[in-house]
């Protein structure tokens, strides 16, 4: 299959976090059903109320980089700001809401590679998937076959996260559902296709990808977020990045919800009933 050619790299100057710096187990049923679960570390200087923006606004926004090496004051797509290297391109279509944004049963086409910096296009994703959810607290889109339901399900949760009224960040955690419950030949069939793209060693290489990607959040996105009155004219320019930097000693966060959600996978007859991917966010 050809691909399309990948932007060149973006050397924003950006301290990428570590996989080590979040919590991740992919968890398989004998039938070739499988989840995986990440926790991330806390988004230290963003809110919820950011990322909600920016899932409902990010395949339109475009953005000026005054001073990135090999783009300067060049326009580009703002999903190229969302990871250095892995994005090509979303496209959102079919009913939307107000403005152009998303909402459940529209559909959203996705280019990027896992890990291309190192892999080239070995780990795909060129697909139109169906958007499930979308709220203040999270996100969902996957493919849903007509009879068999969610073949493959993505569910992102966000949420802020207070001590003693102060906030620290915002906990943000994500769960994959892939393929169908049953036993049948049928089932074990589409099982089996899902895994030849989207199987365990594919969300390895995932696992590195969503790390980065979720981390940008605090390099980008309070500045473009503090110009979301005029959406025409988003800026981004390194000394905007608040230099939080990717500390070795980050760690996922709340790591008792991880091991709880891991333990509830591994014991369920259906990993989709379990993702409750419409449903309101746990956190």
């Known amino acids: ?7 060149m790299a973006r050397p924003f100057g950006w301290q990428l976090r570590a996989t080590e710096s979040s919590h991740f187990e992919i968890i398989r049923r004998d039938n070739g059903q499988f989840a995986a679960v990440l926790n991330h570390a806390l988004l230290r200087g963003v809110r919820a109320e950011m990322i909600h923006w920016w899932f409902r606004r990010f395949t339109h926004l475009r953005v000026r980089l005054v001073d990135v090496p090999g783009f300067e004051d060049a326009t580009v797509p703002a999903y190229l700001l969302w990871h250095p290297t892995d994005h090509h391109s979303a496209v959102l279509s079919g009913t939307l809401g107000p403005g152009g944004e998303p909402r459940p049963g529209c559909s959203i086409h996705i280019r990027e590679a896992m890990q291309f910096d190192r892999y080239g296009w070995n780990y795909p ?5 169906r958007v499930a959810y979308v709220a203040g607290d999270g996100w969902a889109m996957g493919r849903f076959p007509p009879v068999f339901g969610g073949a493959m399900v993505l569910r992102i949760h966000f949420s802020d996260v207070f001590e003693e009224g102060v906030h620290q960040g915002v906990h943000y955690h994500y769960e994959v559902s892939i393929g ?7 089932h074990r069939l589409i099982n089996q296709r899902l895994s030849a793209s989207f199987g365990p060693e594919f969300f390895s290489a995932w696992h590195r990808h969503n790390v980065i990607e979720v981390g940008t959040f605090e390099n980008f996105l309070p500045a473009l977020y503090e110009q979301r009155a005029d959406e025409s004219r988003l800026v981004y320019s390194r000394e905007m990045n608040p230099q939080t930097g990717a500390s070795m000693d980050q760690r996922g966060f709340d790591r008792d919800l991880f091991e709880r959600r891991v333990a509830q996978y591994q014991q369920c007859s259906d990993t989709r009933a379990c993702q409750a991917s419409d449903q309101a966010s746990f956190l």
């Open 1 to 7: 299959m050809a691909y399309p050619e990948m932007p």
């Open 125 to 129: 994703v060129d697909a139109r998937l």
């Open 180 to 186: 169908l419950p049953g036993r049948g030949p049928l």
